[in-house]
């Protein structure tokens, strides 16, 4: 699946995940009232520097595939991940139980197919609370979706409108690569539908 190391993305729809590459791809985050289709299956955005090449695989959020990625297609999705970016939507607290459901079913496919997969979250969309609120979010999203995990995890707030997505990207390269490279762009590979 794929060419050079792999980086998931993973979480529930509407999250921000199909944005974040955008954002990535463009260096600008998209117009405002732009919207993209639901995504379908999976797309693969490529980051390419001088040194080396990942894939990033922006999953799909429908129910029905977050049930496939992590049941019958969980060993063609899970095995040879460097990094698992879960994206967790801030202002979606009362659907925290539902991401906690699949962030800890993808735990339990990392750890079965990849075990050295880096974790890392992103605590999405954090332009959208309120300043006096944002520590409060920050808590209560950390301290539920973290529960009872053993697994080191890196946690970052982020948001398009702020460098916040960059520095937290940066960081889910260097688990990737152990460092940072120069130069580097994200292309789009295709707008992929397996079926
Ligand atoms: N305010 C705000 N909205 C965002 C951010 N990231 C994504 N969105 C919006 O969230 C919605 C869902 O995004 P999308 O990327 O389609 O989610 P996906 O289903 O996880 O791929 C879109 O309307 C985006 O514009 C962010 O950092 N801040
Ligand atoms: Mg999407």
Redesign the pocket.
Known sequence: MGTGKKILLF??????????L?TMREGK??AKN???P??IDYERTVLISDESEITFF?LG?ATAFLDRFTGELSEFIFTGVKVLVF?LDSLKIPEISRAKYYFDLCLKNIEKYSPETSVVIFQ?????IPKKLREEVYHTCRDYILTGIKKPVLYYE????TCS?VIAMSAVLQQALGYIPNNWRFTSLEEKSRD
């Open positions: 979480g529930l729809p509407e999250s921000g995940k199909t944005t974040i955008k985050p998209p732009e919207r993209f639901a995504t922006d959020g994206v999405h969309k954090t332009d959208l982020t948001s398009i409108f997505i």
